[in-house]
């Protein structure tokens, strides 16, 4: 996990790490997971979400316990966590299995902190930390997903899993927003502030 990453140990250059390769492992699977959700091989997109999820957590796990936090790793893992969301939340749309405004309500977020950049970048700072709740928020629309593709299926086994998945999507939404929140008030402290790149450290804490 990002935060934890960077709470636990320096950043680094290091390239070959196994959480970097676990993180490109996860990229890896996102065309996989378009493929299996347009040609509806739900059990299998259900499948390839449950490996995306134990594998977020093991790459957090790996750089604690390894101390291969590096700075490459810092970008892989939020960017893999982020375009599995937005892959997902496309293939179900356009199954029609979550409503558009969904879509559209949760890649504002992304916009509004993407925004940002640019403008941090211009004061020598990279992308903020990802902060707790924006891992607690990935993890429960990860959670959500594969629950929401699962209750297509008829009988109660649908039923609960619907329920359930729309229950985690609406506490990951609430949490996304939330972790944005944080992320726009410490780029707004940062940009505000006289200091250089080194004070950007703990801006989302």
Known sequence: MADDKGDLDEATDRVLTVPNLISVIRLLLVPVFAILIATHHDVWAIVVLAV??????LDGVAARRLHQVSRLGQVLDPAADRLFILVTLLGLALRDIIPWWLVVVLLAREV?????????ARRGYGPLPV?????AAT???MYAFPLLLLGQIDGWVG????VAG???AWWGVGLYWW???LYLRGAARLLRSTDGPDGAQGATA
Not at 131 to 135: D, L, T, V
């Open 139 to 141: 993890l429960t629309l």
């Open 52 to 57: 995306s999820g134990v594998s977020d957590w």
């Open 166 to 168: 729309w229950a985690f």
């Open 159 to 162: 039923t609960v899993a619907g």
């Open 112 to 120: 509004a902190v993407g925004l940002t950049l640019p403008m941090l």
């Open 131 to 135: 902060n707790f709740i924006g891992k």
């Open 179 to 181: 972790a944005g929140f």
